[in-house]
């Protein structure tokens, strides 16, 4: 018996949401809908700043790159559900499951470091404005987003490896709609205290430092923005603006941090779930719309690409 309970696990069987036979339609074409939506808006976001010459500045930049990410991340994790979906579970081998979550810490990490600098490119822009020529210039915007890219890397990596030498011999039943490391240390016999404290400093590091960062620099902003004479309608906008980025950054450190910045024994697996459905889905849903298609300049941008696609349909 003891023999049997140390055999190690080496494929999982991922429920998902079957616990929910009578809404499987319904979810399977709510989140084929999110999907889809989520990839048209973030690909139609990145086709028109490339295409764009007056839109290759630092804002839109790192606009772009928040849209790869944004595409990558619910990649990951949404088709893993739809999946589930369709047929109602579905193995995954260990390998499988280690690649899912290494590229999910990554893709997290990278949302989290991009969404600090984007702050920062608006501080420099609206509080140091004279400045902003020098600090963002056409080196320093690739060297950011490339050591954003680079911290998440590295940063991914540790917990991954660490996860490979467990042993999962308690279950082989995920109960997530993907392969989420916090579902997956419950299934490990072996013991999760160093992954736990590397989780927390690094959540600690990488998470809330620039958590409050980025909400340090849109105080700043609303200060400054609120100091500005003119029109109250220009102040109410720009306001406005700065409060739905915020909703965002809150909504998904939030859920994130609340999800994985404590010990695995103290939460359901149903509110796990829930929680990862916030950020994983609505950030990259409301990304394009805060960000860009709510922006007049790229509104511009998207009816000078559409004029010019109207043209060449009407010539012979």
């Known amino acids: 018996?003891?023999?049997?309970?140390?055999?190690?696990?080496?494929?999982?069987?991922?429920?998902?949401?079957?616990?929910l036979p009578q809404l499987r339609i319904l979810l399977a074409s709510v989140f084929t809908l999110v999907y889809v939506v989520i990839l048209i808006g973030n690909l139609l976001i990145m086709s028109i700043i490339y295409s764009s010459p007056h839109l290759h500045t630092p804002m839109?930049?790192?606009?772009?790159?928040?849209?790869?990410?944004?595409?990558?991340?619910?990649?990951?994790?949404?088709?893993?559900?739809?999946?589930?979906?369709?047929?109602?579970?579905?193995?995954?081998?260990?390998?499988?499951c280690l690649l899912q979550v290494y590229f999910f810490l990554l893709l997290v990490v990278t949302e989290f470091l991009v969404l600090t600098v984007m702050a920062f490119d608006r501080y420099v822009a609206i509080c140091n404005p004279l400045h902003y020529v020098t600090v963002m210039n056409k080196s320093r915007c690739p060297q950011l987003a490339a050591g954003c890219w680079f911290s998440a890397l590295m940063l991914a990596l540790p917990h991954t490896l660490l996860?490979?030498?467990?042993?999962?011999?308690?279950?082989?039943?995920?109960?997530?709609?993907?392969?989420?490391?916090?579902?997956?240390?419950?299934?490990s016999c072996t013991s999760t205290h160093i992954i736990e404290t590397l989780n927390y400093s690094f959540g600690s590091t990488f998470g809330l430092a620039p958590?409050?960062?980025?909400?340090?620099?849109?105080?700043?902003?609303?200060?400054?923005?609120?100091?500005?004479?003119?029109?109250?309608?220009?102040?109410?906008?720009?306001?406005?603006?700065?409060?739905?980025?915020?909703?965002?950054?809150?909504?998904?450190?939030?859920?994130?941090?609340?999800t994985y910045m404590r010990p695995t024994s103290t939460f359901s697996m149903k509110e796990n779930k829930i929680l990862s459905l916030l950020y994983t889905t609505l950030p990259p849903l409301c990304n394009p719309i805060i960000y860009s298609l709510n922006n007049t300049e790229f509104k511009h941008a998207l009816r000078k690409k559409k004029e010019k696609e109207r043209v060449w349909t009407i010539k012979p």
């Open 1 to 19: 018996m003891e023999k049997e309970n140390l055999t190690s696990v080496n494929t999982f069987l991922i429920i998902g949401f079957s616990d």
């Open 60 to 96: 839109y930049f790192f606009l772009l790159n928040l849209s790869f990410v944004d595409i990558s991340f619910i990649s990951v994790t949404l088709p893993q559900m739809l999946v589930h979906f369709f047929l109602k579970s579905s193995l995954i081998s260990l390998t499988e």
């Open 163 to 187: 996860m490979s030498q467990f042993s999962y011999c308690q279950s082989h039943t995920i109960n997530h709609f993907f392969c989420d490391f916090s579902a997956l240390m419950k299934l």
């Open 211 to 258: 958590f409050i960062s980025i909400i340090i620099s849109y105080m700043k902003i609303i200060s400054v923005i609120l100091k500005i004479k003119g029109s109250s309608e220009g102040r109410k906008k720009a306001f406005s603006t700065c409060a739905s980025h915020l909703t965002v950054v809150i909504l998904f450190y939030g859920s994130i941090c609340s």
